[in-house]
């Protein structure tokens, strides 16, 4: 699962206050597919993520705690 609280705190701390429509513009997707990765009803693709921390040059750490969340810890 998705860290989408995680995730909407990096891009705002990025100045990306209106994070839906950035999502859209650095993926090239719909706004409700947007929505829906940053709600946690659709997941992220790898090559998403990758286009995510390329985008915003997070470290292999923060990458981790966002997308390879683990509630079960």
Known sequence: MTNTNLLKSKM???GDEH???KLTEILNVSQP???NKLNDKIPFTQDEIIELAVYYKWDNETI???FM???RR
Do not use: F, L, R, S
């Open 12 to 14: 705002v701390a990025a």
């Open 19 to 21: 994070y839906t429509n």
């Open 33 to 35: 597919t947007a929505n």
């Open 64 to 66: 981790g705690q966002i």
């Open 69 to 71: 969340n683990d509630e």
